[in-house]
């Protein structure tokens, strides 16, 4: 493994922060847009089309709207995992959901470790038990078990593992397309299943009033686009396990919206949630001398532009190519 530059790792990091925290977003509109949740699905990645082909034509030219496998994979492991985030919410509780779906990077870290074969520090491990207690401490006394929200409980599960699947589809994805090319052709693919879904699940599709529309239309460029567009330009730049713990910022973000836009107190034990969270993260830090277990990804401008001549690695392709 080759060491990763200062400049990519911080750059990394801070990419992978502002994706977590503006999918974190996705909660408060989803709770404004007045259409069913399988709708609102459909509609966060189906309006987000637009945006990413413009930004992929761009990146890419006509070879960004080329498939890939890798990207369209993701794509469905993407819409597995907002139907069953839906179908958890609806059969159990929100806190329950919520911490089962935040297991997600405890499978990327097994899969890194037992199929990437990639050696997880002490620190690393330390790391992603502070960040698993911070998330259990954040939905504090909410979480319960009862044996009537059990499939709820197994949805919430299988949503942590198609989110799993989707991190590391993408990750391979990033191989061979930039950001671009692969967020528009996984997010393609996303809303043709969840066309398909809503149709059968939902009694409309289309929303009510213009209030609704507008939080469509901020779910799909806030969480989708940016969200979305973040993650796969950070998933270039650091190791895939510690980006998968960047992505508990997602329920801190929820949290910290909910309590100044919706009026949702937050106690000390959600603090000291918090707190454990960025903890967790601070101490399992990729170093410079860390490397990525899988192949160097495709550059992405915005990254290239972040390291000097002397900075880039000698393996990095010299053709653009996430």
């Given at each position: 493994?080759?060491a990763?530059?200062?400049?990519?790792?911080?750059l990394g990091?801070a990419?992978?922060?502002?994706?977590?925290?503006?999918?974190?977003a996705s909660?408060?509109f989803?709770?404004?847009?007045?259409?069913?949740?399988?709708a609102?699905?459909?509609?966060?990645?189906g309006l987000a089309?637009?945006?990413?082909?413009?930004w992929?034509?761009?990146?890419?030219?006509?070879?960004a709207?080329?498939p890939?496998?890798?990207?369209?994979l993701?794509?469905?492991?993407?819409?597995g995992?907002?139907?069953?985030w839906h179908?958890?919410?609806?059969?159990?509780?929100?806190?329950n959901?919520?911490?089962?779906?935040?297991?997600?990077?405890v499978w990327?870290?097994a899969?890194?470790?037992l199929?990437?074969r990639?050696?997880?520090?002490?620190?690393?491990?330390?790391?992603?038990?502070?960040c698993?207690?911070?998330?259990l401490?954040?939905?504090?006394r909410?979480?319960?078990?009862?044996?009537?929200?059990?499939?709820?409980?197994?949805a919430?599960?299988?949503t942590?593992l198609?989110?799993?699947?989707?991190?590391?589809?993408?990750?391979r994805a990033?191989l061979t397309?930039?950001?671009?090319a692969?967020?528009?052709v996984s997010?393609?693919?996303?809303?043709?299943?969840?066309?398909g879904?809503?149709?059968?699940?939902e009694?409309?599709?289309?929303?009510a009033?213009?209030?609704?529309v507008a939080?469509?239309?901020?779910?799909a460029?806030?969480?989708?686009v940016?969200?979305?567009?973040?993650?796969?330009?950070?998933?270039?730049l650091v190791?895939?396990?510690?980006?998968a713990?960047?992505?508990?910022l997602?329920?801190?973000?929820?949290?910290?919206?909910?309590?100044?836009?919706?009026?949702e107190p937050?106690?000390a034990l959600?603090?000291?949630?918090?707190?454990?969270i960025?903890?967790?993260?601070?101490?399992?830090?990729p170093?410079q001398?860390?490397?990525?277990?899988?192949?160097?990804s495709?550059?992405d401008?915005a990254?290239e532009?972040a390291a000097?001549?002397?900075?880039?690695p000698?393996?990095?392709?010299?053709?653009?190519g996430?």
């Amino acid at each position: 493994m080759t060491a990763q530059p200062f400049p990519h790792l911080a750059l990394g990091i801070a990419t992978l922060t502002l994706g977590a925290l503006a999918m974190g977003a996705s909660v408060l509109f989803v709770r404004q847009a007045d259409v069913g949740p399988f709708a609102s699905a459909f509609w966060r990645v189906g309006l987000a089309l637009p945006v990413l082909a413009a930004w992929a034509a761009l990146a890419e030219g006509r070879r960004a709207f080329r498939p890939d496998r890798a990207s369209l994979l993701a794509g469905g492991f993407f819409a597995g995992d907002l139907i069953f985030w839906h179908l958890a919410i609806l059969g159990t509780t929100v806190a329950n959901a919520t911490v089962l779906a935040t297991t997600s990077p405890v499978w990327i870290t097994a899969f890194a470790v037992l199929v990437l074969r990639q050696k997880v520090s002490r620190a690393g491990w330390t790391g992603l038990g502070l960040c698993g207690l911070g998330a259990l401490a954040l939905v504090g006394r909410s979480w319960q078990f009862d044996p009537a929200h059990l499939p709820g409980d197994a949805a919430g599960l299988v949503t942590a593992l198609f989110f799993a699947g989707y991190f590391l589809a993408l990750s391979r994805a990033r191989l061979t397309r930039s950001a671009a090319a692969a967020t528009l052709v996984s997010t393609a693919a996303t809303t043709v299943i969840l066309f398909g879904v809503a149709l059968l699940a939902e009694p409309s599709l289309w929303p009510a009033s213009a209030g609704g529309v507008a939080a469509l239309v901020a779910l799909a460029l806030v969480a989708q686009v940016g969200g979305q567009g973040l993650m796969a330009v950070g998933l270039a730049l650091v190791p895939p396990a510690f980006g998968a713990l960047v992505f508990f910022l997602e329920v801190v973000s929820a949290a910290v919206l909910g309590a100044v836009l919706l009026h949702e107190p937050i106690g000390a034990l959600q603090t000291v949630g918090g707190l454990l969270i960025l903890a967790g993260l601070v101490v399992a830090r990729p170093r410079q001398a860390e490397g990525r277990a899988l192949p160097r990804s495709r550059p992405d401008p915005a990254a290239e532009g972040a390291a000097t001549a002397q900075d880039r690695p000698p393996d990095r392709p010299s053709s653009r190519g996430h």
